[in-house]
């Protein structure tokens, strides 16, 4: 029926669409769409996320080490910038857990910026790879006009994400220490237009977002009795079409688990 159903919302869908859905009762994977890799949009964050809390496993850093918010990181007053970051005052000392809290909940781009300096591109990037995601890529930081000019991006895999939310599930992302305070902060997440939206506002999700102009991304392991992960990205078609879609895919979901 899930299949069927999907397969049928999905026929007359112009643009780029990418659904990975696994049922964790059984293990079952299935992948829906015309491609897997998107533009990452803020759904990117996960990897500096992922990376923090490798890297504080590891005793590499500490969640208590402080930095002061400095002008350079300011966007310009004309340039959009989502978060709260943006609204303090230059000089203010942040905690390396007041970033990773800020891009988890609210996907704050200058919380994220910091995040990236911190953590560094290439030390992100190896990291995912050795997980083998691969086709996850953070290539540069958000609103970095002079890369974005050049057609630099960052990308996500819509399968990748899947993968590392089971592993999130299973206690097996990093450990079992960092699988579980990376879901519970992800539950915490503020965006639910999409996924969350079919839900119970008590429903606990885990998930991470990402929304611009062109892409809608919506990610993350459902947590009710019939428990199951939902990664899905849209790409190339009406921002408010895209997000009615996937809460349709959402709630087909949502049926089919018998919830």
Not at 5 to 17: E, K
Not at 206 to 229: K, L, M, Q, R
Request: aromatic share 8%; proline share 2%; glycine share 6%.
């Amino acid at each position: 029926m899930l299949i069927e159903a999907v397969t049928d919302r999905l026929s007359n869908v112009d643009g780029r669409f990418g659904i990975d859905y696994i049922d964790l009762r059984n293990g079952k994977e299935l992948f829906f769409g015309n491609t897997h890799i998107f533009p990452g949009s803020g759904a990117i964050m996960i990897m500096p996320l992922v990376e923090c809390f490798r890297a504080m496993d590891a005793g590499e850093i500490n969640e208590k080490a402080v930095f002061p918010l400095k002008k350079a990181a300011f966007p310009k007053e004309t340039d959009e910038s989502y978060g709260v970051l943006r609204y303090m005052h230059e000089g203010i000392r942040i905690t390396l857990s007041d970033l990773y809290n800020l891009v988890a909940t609210v996907s704050d781009n200058m919380a994220f910026n910091m995040m990236v300096d911190i953590l560094g591109i290439d030390r992100i990037n190896l990291t995912f790879k050795s997980m083998g995601y691969g086709d996850m890529k953070l290539n540069r930081k958000i609103n970095d006009y002079a890369l974005m000019k050049k057609g630099v991006q960052n990308y996500i895999s819509v399968k990748d994400m899947a993968a590392i939310f089971l592993r999130m599930y299973k206690g097996q992302l990093i450990s079992e220490q960092v699988s579980d305070r990376l879901i519970s902060l992800l539950k915490q997440h503020q965006r639910t237009n999409a996924i969350p939206y079919v839900f119970e506002e008590n429903t606990s999700i885990a998930h991470i977002t990402g929304y611009d102009e062109d892409i809608i991304i919506d990610g993350g392991i459902v947590f009710t009795e019939e428990p199951f992960i939902l990664v899905m990205a849209a790409q190339d078609m009406d921002a408010r079409k895209a997000q009615m879609i996937m809460r349709d895919i959402t709630q087909i979901c949502k049926i089919a688990e018998g919830i």
